[in-house]
């Protein structure tokens, strides 16, 4: 996976692709992400309303990355790998949804606080993650937290995201459709990406299979995708959700290597 560095063009979002952009690992990366936000809810004609509201949630995210994922200090890896990532894709439902979501690579604590659990009244910070769950509970969204990799740099680090999704007006968005050749392709080319593997594809007529892991497998028809993983059952999206698909893929596989590493260090 080669080295990205820059910024990739907000058109990138609406057409069905994950945008994804360093996050300066400071104070400025609130700033940052606001203006990431508006460019993409641009592109996608959001009511102007929702994008402040949006930007507001978003700067909480950022600003909860440099204070408390870091402890303000940057993290010493290579050039870009496991520092900070701002991701942008639509996730398809019933009703699009356009995502943002923050990566970093600081250690995970094991269970995050829902937004819901509220700090003492007379604590001074600690209420980024209220802000949000009520901006994305006013628009219908939701929001949480996953174990994932990161997109960008040398390779896939380790780490996690936190996220957060804005449903998109009806009739603003198409999606776009493809062959499930091509769907399954796709696939395969963004999980290689994120550093799992090895990938067994196999493709047949109008459909085909890849071999994410032992007990994890992936089925790609026309019109639908539809995956399997250890302990979650199966569970089925729209052909052009596949952004969205392999992100959730991801982070099963994370969780399963995270219970992996803990069962190893209990024996």
């Known amino acids: ?9 907000p058109k990138v979002v609406p057409a069905g692709g994950c945008a994804a952009w360093p996050l300066p ?10 203006g990431v936000l508006k460019a993409v809810f641009a592109e996608l004609r959001m009511p102007d309303v929702t994008t402040y509201d949006a930007a507001v949630a978003l700067s909480e995210l950022a600003t909860n990355v440099h204070v408390h994922a870091y402890g303000r200090q940057v993290p010493a ?18 009703r699009p949804e356009v995502v943002f979501a923050v990566y970093d690579s600081a250690p995970w604590h ?11 009244p007379d604590a001074e910070g600690g209420r980024g993650f ?3 769950d009520a901006l994305t509970v006013e628009y219908g969204g939701e929001w949480g937290v996953h174990r994932t990799r990161s997109r960008l740099g040398a ?27 091509r769907t399954a392709e796709e696939i395969h080319a963004l999980l290689a990406a994120r550093g799992l593997g090895p ?41 052009h959700d596949r952004v969205d698909v392999v992100e959730r893929i ?16 209990h024996r």
């Open 25 to 34: 690992p400071g104070p400025t990366g609130a700033g940052f992400a606001r």
């Open 130 to 132: 209220e802000v949000v």
């Open 199 to 239: 990938l067994q594809l196999s493709i047949g007529y109008g459909m085909a299979v890849i071999c994410v892991r032992a007990g994890m497998h992936v089925w790609v028809r026309n019109g639908s995708i539809t995956y399997r993983a250890p302990g979650l059952g199966t569970v089925r999206h729209p052909s």
């Open 1 to 9: 996976m080669g080295t990205v560095i820059g910024v990739v063009d």
């Open 250 to 265: 991801v982070g099963h596989c994370a969780d399963l290597d995270a219970a992996d590493a803990s069962d190893r260090r």
């Open 110 to 120: 094991g269970p995050v606080p829902n937004g819901r659990l509220r700090p003492p």
């Open 155 to 181: 390779g896939p680090v380790p780490g996690k995201a936190v996220s957060f999704t804005v449903p998109v007006p009806a009739g603003l968005l198409t999606p776009c459709g493809s062959t499930a050749r």
């Open 77 to 94: 890896y290579p050039p870009m790998a496991g520092l900070p990532e701002l991701w942008a894709y639509i996730r398809w439902r019933a």
